[in-house]
């Protein structure tokens, strides 16, 4: 990898957010990383060196497909699942009423839930039409990507 290739990665990483890119190839190893949208440390080492570095926050990728379907025998029934990895919470404050919870019923756009990561409150759309039957996850816990939040069935 040259020069060139260094500074479009990292405009690529400033035009889309990203906070961290490594990769490996023909005998060295490269790592850039970006703090709260600081200019990146560049790391060039050889491929069978160990890279020393602090673990910096990776950015969500974009949102996948919040719903999938649960239980094969019933297609009715839909899990929406955690966009990305953070923390989850059921309202917009700990005063406030939860956005859902079971029995409600929910549009395409209707808000379930917040996942804050890297401090940004990220709103979970339904992205579907449908109750809410279960809610998968505590307040104020951790969710992984892909992780289920509620169960719905579908209308």
């Known amino acids: 990898m040259d020069i060139a290739q260094i500074k479009q990665v990292i405009e690529l990483m400033k035009a889309n957010e990203l906070c961290e890119f490594e990769m490996e ?6 790592a850039i990383k970006r ?3 600081s200019e990146p440390a560049v790391i060039v080492s050889p491929a069978t060196a160990p890279m020393m570095m602090a673990a910096a926050p990776v950015a969500a990728p974009a949102a996948a ?5 649960v239980v094969e ?3 009715k029934l ?5 966009p990305i990895v953070g923390t989850f919470y059921r309202a917009a404050a700990p005063d406030a009423e939860p956005f859902a919870g079971v029995g409600t019923h929910v549009g395409a756009e209707s808000t379930v839930c917040i996942v804050e990561a890297m401090k940004v409150m990220n709103e979970i759309k339904a ?4 109750t809410i039957r279960k809610v998968f996850v505590e307040n104020a816990t951790p969710v992984q990507f ?3 939040l509620f169960l719905v069935e579908l209308d």
């Open 65 to 69: 497909p919040a719903a999938a379907p």
């Open 127 to 130: 992205e579907i039409k449908g």
């Open 146 to 148: 892909g992780q289920p």
């Open 78 to 82: 839909v899990e929406i699942k955690s």
């Open 25 to 30: 190839e023909e005998g060295f190893r490269i």
């Open 73 to 75: 025998t019933n297609p």
């Open 35 to 37: 703090r709260n949208g």
